[in-house]
């Protein structure tokens, strides 16, 4: 069993920042790739950014490319998705998920919610105008 749990979440003015942390436990983080899908209200969950195991590789979706950044600290295991030049079209909740099975992350799988075996709790970011 994998525990994951987002923190960082927040009110914040347009054109602001933060930094999302997803904290896991239970099983060998550094094997797991890991990755950031929001929701907003309405509205389905849509990825955000993934990174691989190796941290080799990451992708973003269209949308906030050039603006948000993933990365991971295997020490800590720890993922973090650090958010800038926020638009109130960034308000969500943000979820962080884990996967640790099926076949290795590919630009054609990043973004399906079935790659991922694992999700926290979500938190929320509320971006306002």
């Known amino acids: 069993q994998v525990q994951l749990v987002e923190s960082g979440g927040g009110v914040v003015q347009a054109g602001g920042s933060l930094r999302l942390s997803c904290a896991a436990s239970?099983?060998?983080?550094?094997?797991?790739?890991m990755g950031w899908f929001r929701q907003a209200p309405g509205t389905n969950r849509d990825f955000v950014a993934a990174?691989?195991?190796?941290?080799?590789?990451?992708y973003y979706a269209d949308s906030i490319k050039g603006r948000f950044s993933i990365s991971r600290d295997d020490g800590k295991n720890t993922v973090y998705l650090e958010m800038n030049s926020l638009k109130p079209e960034d308000t969500a909740v943000y979820y962080c998920?884990?996967?640790?099975?099926?076949?290795?992350?590919?630009?054609?799988?990043?973004?399906?919610?079935?790659?991922?075996?694992?999700w926290g709790q979500g938190t929320q970011v509320t971006v306002s105008s």
């Open positions: 998920a884990a996967a640790f099975h099926g076949p290795a992350l590919t630009s054609a799988n990043v973004d399906q919610s079935r790659t991922y075996d694992y």
């Open positions: 990174i691989t195991w190796s941290g080799s590789n990451t």
């Open positions: 239970g099983r060998t983080f550094g094997v797991a790739s």
